[in-house]
């Protein structure tokens, strides 16, 4: 698995970025968003149960992250088609205000190395990229236990301070001085 200080590897997927089927459909790559933070989060399948409580959170938190000029994008191996599915069908992800980036070849969750070796899809991966491509934190959690937004988001404050920051550390608080 890539890990911190490992290059994001290079990508161009479709993606689904509304509900509106005229709309719903672009192409993403690595160099979309150039010179800005990537939060990139993967997930087993669409139409599952855990999942849609983690996407659902990252929504409510992605004004937080642009704020701190921070793209969000969620990844499964499902199609486009699929996600689009999903999002007119699930309430919580109507007004999902982040793309949802269909890794149907596996091309990209090869690469990271996080795919399920017995189901063959996504763990529940996450990755804070910086906007020079380099991974500074990367998370991986079982296929049945969910992540915390909220978390990431703490990591992707303290990243940014190029400080160091405690345990628990919240944005705003003093980081730790050497003496």
């Known amino acids: 698995m890539l890990t911190v200080g490992d290059k994001f590897p290079a990508f161009n997927l479709k993606a689904v970025v509304s509900t509106d089927i005229k709309s719903a459909f672009t192409d993403l790559t690595d160099q979309s968003n150039a010179g800005k933070w990537k939060v990139v989060f993967f997930w087993p399948k669409d139409f599952t149960f855990v999942c849609p409580t983690e996407i659902a959170a990252f929504g409510k938190l992605n004004g937080d992250f642009n704020d701190r000029d921070a793209v969000v994008y969620g990844v499964s191996t499902d199609s486009e088609f699929v996600h689009l599915a999903w999002r ?41 990229v ?22 990431v988001l703490r990591v992707l404050d303290a990243l940014q301070t190029d400080e160091l920051c405690p345990c628990n550390w919240q944005k705003g608080e003093e980081v730790l001085k050497v003496a």
Do not use: Q, W, Y
């Open 130 to 151: 910086d906007p020079e491509g380099i991974i500074r934190f990367a998370s991986v959690n079982d296929l049945s236990v969910g992540r915390n937004p909220a978390e």
């Open 88 to 128: 007119n069908n699930h309430a919580d992800l109507k007004d999902l205000p982040f793309a949802m980036l269909a890794d149907i070849k596996r091309e990209l969750s090869s690469a990271l190395g996080i795919l399920d070796k017995n189901e063959g899809v996504c763990l529940r991966a996450t990755f804070v």
